[in-house]
């Protein structure tokens, strides 16, 4: 197998991203939801593979994987909150 | 949208140049069953995916190969460098240098350029999630190709890595697959397309 001693620089990012890909197929799975959040807290500043929409860290009293729920970004409901400016510069 | 992280995903560390192993190597760049082929089709096939979880993995799985890319244009990178013109004839790169020098250009071993005609949308869930899983096993398939032929311990150790998000990434639409499933009416179990025969609320 692939060496997998190759330090916490990689490792930690993918554990995350592997319980990531997991979440998505298994939102409700408490156990491995908070699994991924205690390596994001070990992870600084939450980046890379931990980085989730606004809400999903702070909210972490969330018991499913919300992250998947609708709407996604390109479907008109995510869509229609105002654009800070944009009638000033058009009026 | 997606942001940049300045850190590939598994490290590619290659010691020994060697331009032969980098023209097969490309066909994961740019070939039939590449990587960029694979981010193409999951984040392609996300708009007509009616399920909500469904979108999720197709996101993720399609940043994922994005990632994948960059570590095949790494090992093509690394295995190519400071090769004198006598090198990269002897080792068969000539062909591929006299278009594109050193560069890394999506193309199939054969030297076919990349071709959206390798992958399909089909805008039924059941069918895009079948195309998926099978262009999983034939990743797979190509990567455990890629092993027989490569001698280098370097380049064999991060191809191994690739080999085994196929095979995850293979688990995770499967679920998908079953998911979809089980929300279809049972009478019409093959006969409905549920992105479009039954569309979801505008």
């Known amino acids: 197998m692939y060496s997998s001693n190759r330090g916490s620089e990689w490792t930690l990012p993918f554990m995350a991203w592997e319980l990531r890909l997991y979440l998505d197929t298994h939102p409700n799975d408490e156990k491995a939801l908070n699994a991924y959040r205690q390596i994001c807290a070990k992870l600084e500043g939450c980046s890379g593979a931990c980085r989730t929409p606004a809400g999903e860290m702070t909210d972490g009293d969330s018991r499913r994987w919300t992250w998947v729920d609708d709407p996604w970004p390109w479907q008109t409901e995510a869509n229609l909150a105002d654009v800070p400016g944009k009638n000033e510069s058009e009026g | 949208m997606w942001s940049y992280e300045k850190k590939l995903q598994y490290p590619v560390r290659i010691k ?7 023209k097969i190597i490309i066909t994961q760049y740019g070939g039939p069953d590449g990587e960029l082929g694979a981010s193409l089709r999951y984040l392609s ?32 990178y690394q295995l190519t460098r400071g090769l004198t013109p006598e090198e990269i004839i002897k080792q ?15 193309q199939a071993a054969s030297g076919t350029p990349f071709t959206a005609a390798a992958l399909q949308v089909k805008g039924d869930p059941i069918t895009d999630l079948h195309e998926d899983m099978a262009a ?25 890595f690739l080999r085994a998000r196929e095979v995850v990434h293979y688990q995770r639409f499967g679920e998908c697959l079953r998911h979809v499933q089980d929300q279809l009416d049972s009478k019409n179990f093959f006969a409905i397309n549920p992105s479009f025969d039954q569309p979801q609320k505008r």
């Open chain 2, 16 to 22: 020994t140049p060697n331009a032969k192993l980098a």
């Open chain 2, 45 to 76: 096939q996300r708009y007509s995916m009616p399920y909500a979880q469904v979108k999720g993995a197709l996101t993720d799985i399609g940043t994922e190969e994005l990632g994948h890319l960059e570590m095949i244009g790494s090992i093509v």
């Open chain 2, 92 to 106: 068969g790169f000539d062909t591929y240098f006299v278009d594109h020098t050193t560069g890394v250009y999506p």
């Open chain 2, 136 to 160: 999983e096993m034939k990743a797979r398939s190509t990567y455990d190709n890629i092993l027989r032929l490569s001698d280098d311990p370097d380049v064999s150790d991060a191809i191994r």
